[in-house]
Structures are given as C-alpha cells and as structure tokens.
C-alpha cells in the first residue's frame, strides 16, 4: 500500500474535495467543516483509497492530507503538492521523501510550494 502526506496551510472548506473531483474516478469525502478531522474515500483506475484530513497540524495553520492505497494518481509527496497547488493556490508542504523514522525533526527540510517556488526549507 501507498501513502501520500501533504500539509495545505489555511485550508478553505470543501478545497479537497474540489481539487481530487479532478483528480480521482469517484470520491466520497465531505470537508465541508475543515476544523474536524475528516475521513473520505475515493477510487482511482479502479482502486480504492482511503482519505484522512487532519487539521491543526504544525501550529495549527496547516491540515494533513493522508491518501493511502494500492493506486494513487501520484508517485511522490511532491507530485501530489504540485497538484495540489496548483488547484487551491496556498502554501503546500510535504517530506522530501528522505526522512526515517528517528531523524531530528528540527533539522528536517521539507518542500515548501507557494507563490515564491519551491523550495526546502526547515518548518519553522
């Protein structure tokens, strides 16, 4: 199974569930209230994903978007934050894909894809 994790800074309701209705076959998901933890489902090429969002991660301004499954529209962290952003136009942010479990959080970079780029940046 893949899984797929970014961080969407200042999320809009319903922003999720706009960006992967182009995204995915079918989809289940009502983030219509983004404070709550929300938990969705989706089909892509015939697979099913399971979808979490969890809000107030990292100071609160950011909600993770988990996607896991057998078949996802993405490779990488980062193909999923450019569509990501490219969709909803606010800060993204997700691992670089080199972080293990046990590695110093402070001196993690993580991509940052906003107005300005991308670029890796610690989190703070």
């Known amino acids: 199974m893949q899984d797929l994790e970014i961080y969407i800074r200042d999320l809009q309701p ?6 992967l209705a182009g995204q995915l ?18 089909y892509y090429r015939q697979a099913r ?12 301004r950011f909600t993770c978007v988990l996607l896991e ?20 136009e606010t800060e993204i942010r997700c691992s670089p894909g080199d972080w293990k ?7 993690e970079k993580w991509w940052r894809l906003d107005s300005r780029g991308e670029q890796k940046v610690v989190w703070n």
């Open 14 to 19: 319903e922003a999720v569930s706009g960006w």
């Open 25 to 42: 076959d079918q989809l289940e998901l009502d983030d219509r209230d983004a404070s709550k933890v929300v938990k969705g489902t989706g």
């Open 49 to 60: 994903l399971r979808i979490s969002l969890y809000p107030g991660a990292f100071g609160k």
């Open 69 to 88: 499954g057998e078949k996802l529209p993405w490779n990488t962290d980062l193909e999923c934050a450019r569509s990501a952003w490219r969709s909803m």
């Open 101 to 107: 479990e046990g590695d110093p959080v402070e001196e």
